[in-house]
């Protein structure tokens, strides 16, 4: 079967010029990739309808399935069913259901609908409307060069959901799709490019297509898989690649990080603890971004001065004095000093150099000294790290974070 | 005189998948864009030789300048140069100087070049090499179809490198650009829309082009203006621009919330505790993203539990039990406390509900107290915030932050 072609269009100024980020486009490429199309490329114009109906020529021509996102709102410089009209020769007449539906929304608010929002009710008379129950203006879908074009709001909110209850359920339709199956290993500690290189014999073994992705300081091995395969091959593929990635890998298909060490000790019925330094309090941020996690998070402290680390973490001034702040001793104190001040099963704690100033040739920037302190003992890392101040510090947060993660899942 | 026309093309399967989001496009868009370059077409291709070369025969035909990223590396799928050779009919040949670089670069990280980076020194044997002194790769500059054609790595710290010492000087060289000036006016406790419409009777009466930018949680209104207005008239447009903005304007293109209140701390020598409970440490971590905050920040407790916020921010148990945890008496008592602890000129915390549970009918999700005590007195705001957990704590550490920062600028 030959992989159906589909082209991505966003349109609008404010992509154009830089001035918004345009996360439309990856997050349908990716949709449209998983189920099995070649995203073969992707355009992004200005609000001109000449170039609008360029790029609508052009990938219409070159595609399956064409989606289209923005240029649906009231203003004057939103032209995708003008140029949709008059590309498919078509003409803009007032779509009752469409005008009662925009109308009932602003009631719903307690507003009378501007007269402004009359424009969003015009639409190409033959084309497909795609009801919009999220937003005020519907999406749009005609077939032109044998292509299926959709149009859609550009905010992602609204375009997400007409992906999924309006395009989607009509792809499916349409075309004969191998919904593939896609294992994510998610991995911390370990390089993109040593990724690679360990799985390229599996890759190869088994001629299996791997996706790479880096979200600092996690690394994602993908592994695509036809709708085709046998579930025991699946099951000997994943273990084999568990295998390979070993301790680095920290879930599949799984939450996050702190979402797989707030699930441990739930699990468990343990709390945890912080005290940070150098991550300035990184590490209780992204423990708290999961919900309910006040249930085993019970407090941070972020003890940036030296006076802090004593009084919030009880470090003997002493210990700093003989060491210094950035050091293994004072380290394992932090985070011995949380766990008991707070009463809590573990204690993490961190302290280093994230710079740009403030580096020694003894300790330069980048030297990050990591603990954790569990009942059973402390363990302890020292860091050696490089880049900006804020590499640096998510560095050391992933890895504070992910030694918890190893001491939990048995494996320090 | 006419504007000059930019085109952007990335290249990678990682992109044009939705693997990697794509921020180099935007950026160089806004880049150019600012020095008075349309950019009209932004494309993204995979890794295959004859979609690239159609990409580079279309938008070399469509633009006077072309920047192209990604596609340098070392790799099989890195095929940017032989699709340039291709396309502008020339051959790839040994770049010694480039060969001795790479050797070079690995050499000064005690490691022998392998063999598969040789690659990389291939080059069109006509095209113009751009060195790239930040990374392995070089780019390489042609004309093709009367457009100057940039091929840059993709890596974007190395892109934004060649940009601004290989590719923006030689641009400055070849065309007549008018640097057009911009003023970004960068805003807390306002809404996008608010914004357009205070700024809306300022642009039409001096005909100007504004444009607007959310970054949860500031909103920026930037002005673009011609190289050749008169300085007496941009300070009168800053100035009235200012008077529209009042309050809600904390810098006009200066650092971001936090450099700006570290600014305000250092001159005034005075320094900053945080006790945040919903937040969970964001405010810290925002903080000390600020190289130099060690100087002015002290400590900040994520007083997570209720047992935490009496044990590190002194807040009576009693005061808990009278009015809850999310309360004005308790967000004044965290930040009294956690002044009064650490010494500190100022206090800032937070106590409220981020969810998706935990809300009441009397406290719903959203409902965060915040607080800032100071040497003359304790400020104190209740939020009412709607949405996701993540957006929820983003706007509750924003509103924190501003309100020192008004504080600061007796604003308040």
């Given at each position: 079967m030959t992989r159906k072609r589909a082209i991505l269009l966003s349109q609008g100024d404010e992509v154009i010029t830089g001035q918004?980020?345009?996360?439309n486009a990856a997050w349908l490429a990716e949709q449209l990739t998983s189920l099995g199309?070649?995203?073969?490329l992707q355009l992004t114009l200005g609000d001109r309808v000449d170039d609008i109906a360029w790029g609508l020529e052009l990938g219409s021509g070159r595609g399956d399935v064409l989606i289209c996102t923005g240029g649906?709102?009231?203003?004057?410089?939103?032209?995708t069913v003008e140029v949709v009209a008059k590309v498919t020769q078509d003409e803009l007449s007032l779509n009752q259901a469409t005008l009662d539906h925009i109308q009932a929304l602003y009631k719903s608010i307690g507003r009378v609908m501007p007269p402004a929002n009359i424009k969003q009710a015009m639409?190409?008379?033959?084309a497909t409307i795609l009801r919009n129950d999220w937003g005020t203006a519907p999406g749009v879908q005609v077939e032109h060069n044998a292509c299926q074009a959709y149009f859609v709001p550009g905010v992602p909110r609204e375009m997400k959901a007409l992906w999924k209850h309006r395009i989607l359920p009509d792809l499916q339709a349409r075309f004969d799709l191998p919904p593939e199956r896609l294992l994510v290993f998610r991995c911390m500690g370990v390089h993109e490019s040593k990724l690679a290189e360990l799985m390229a014999p599996f890759q190869d073994r088994h001629g299996v297509v791997l996706g790479f992705r880096t979200m600092l300081p996690e690394n994602q091995v993908k592994l695509r898989l036809s709708a085709e395969l046998p579930q025991e091959t699946e099951e000997a593929l994943r273990e084999e690649a568990l295998q390979i990635l070993g301790k680095n890998?920290?879930?599949?298909?799984?939450?996050?990080l702190v979402q797989v060490i707030g699930d441990l000790l739930r699990e468990r019925k343990e709390t945890l603890a912080t005290a940070e330094s150098c991550t300035g309090g990184n590490i209780s941020a992204q423990i708290t971004s999961?919900?309910?996690s006040s249930s085993y998070f019970l407090q941070g402290v972020c003890a940036y001065a030296n006076a802090a680390k004593t009084q919030q973490?009880?470090?003997p001034a002493e210990l700093i004095q003989a060491h210094?702040?950035?050091s293994e001793p004072v380290a394992i104190a932090m985070a011995e000093g949380i766990r008991e001040r707070a009463g809590s099963s573990y204690g993490l704690s961190t302290t280093g150099i994230a710079g740009p100033?403030?580096?020694?040739?003894?300790?330069?920037?980048?030297t990050v000294h990591i603990a954790c302190a569990t009942p059973t003992g402390t363990h302890h890392i020292k860091l050696a790290l490089r880049g900006s101040r804020e590499r640096i510090v998510s560095l050391a947060a992933g890895a504070t974070l992910d030694m918890l993660r190893r001491h939990l899942q048995g494996l320090l």
């Amino acid at each position: 079967m030959t992989r159906k072609r589909a082209i991505l269009l966003s349109q609008g100024d404010e992509v154009i010029t830089g001035q918004t980020l345009d996360s439309n486009a990856a997050w349908l490429a990716e949709q449209l990739t998983s189920l099995g199309f070649d995203v073969v490329l992707q355009l992004t114009l200005g609000d001109r309808v000449d170039d609008i109906a360029w790029g609508l020529e052009l990938g219409s021509g070159r595609g399956d399935v064409l989606i289209c996102t923005g240029g649906l709102g009231p203003t004057q410089d939103d032209l995708t069913v003008e140029v949709v009209a008059k590309v498919t020769q078509d003409e803009l007449s007032l779509n009752q259901a469409t005008l009662d539906h925009i109308q009932a929304l602003y009631k719903s608010i307690g507003r009378v609908m501007p007269p402004a929002n009359i424009k969003q009710a015009m639409l190409p008379s033959r084309a497909t409307i795609l009801r919009n129950d999220w937003g005020t203006a519907p999406g749009v879908q005609v077939e032109h060069n044998a292509c299926q074009a959709y149009f859609v709001p550009g905010v992602p909110r609204e375009m997400k959901a007409l992906w999924k209850h309006r395009i989607l359920p009509d792809l499916q339709a349409r075309f004969d799709l191998p919904p593939e199956r896609l294992l994510v290993f998610r991995c911390m500690g370990v390089h993109e490019s040593k990724l690679a290189e360990l799985m390229a014999p599996f890759q190869d073994r088994h001629g299996v297509v791997l996706g790479f992705r880096t979200m600092l300081p996690e690394n994602q091995v993908k592994l695509r898989l036809s709708a085709e395969l046998p579930q025991e091959t699946e099951e000997a593929l994943r273990e084999e690649a568990l295998q390979i990635l070993g301790k680095n890998c920290y879930g599949v298909n799984s939450g996050n990080l702190v979402q797989v060490i707030g699930d441990l000790l739930r699990e468990r019925k343990e709390t945890l603890a912080t005290a940070e330094s150098c991550t300035g309090g990184n590490i209780s941020a992204q423990i708290t971004s999961a919900p309910g996690s006040s249930s085993y998070f019970l407090q941070g402290v972020c003890a940036y001065a030296n006076a802090a680390k004593t009084q919030q973490a009880g470090v003997p001034a002493e210990l700093i004095q003989a060491h210094g702040a950035v050091s293994e001793p004072v380290a394992i104190a932090m985070a011995e000093g949380i766990r008991e001040r707070a009463g809590s099963s573990y204690g993490l704690s961190t302290t280093g150099i994230a710079g740009p100033g403030g580096g020694t040739q003894d300790k330069p920037v980048g030297t990050v000294h990591i603990a954790c302190a569990t009942p059973t003992g402390t363990h302890h890392i020292k860091l050696a790290l490089r880049g900006s101040r804020e590499r640096i510090v998510s560095l050391a947060a992933g890895a504070t974070l992910d030694m918890l993660r190893r001491h939990l899942q048995g494996l320090l």
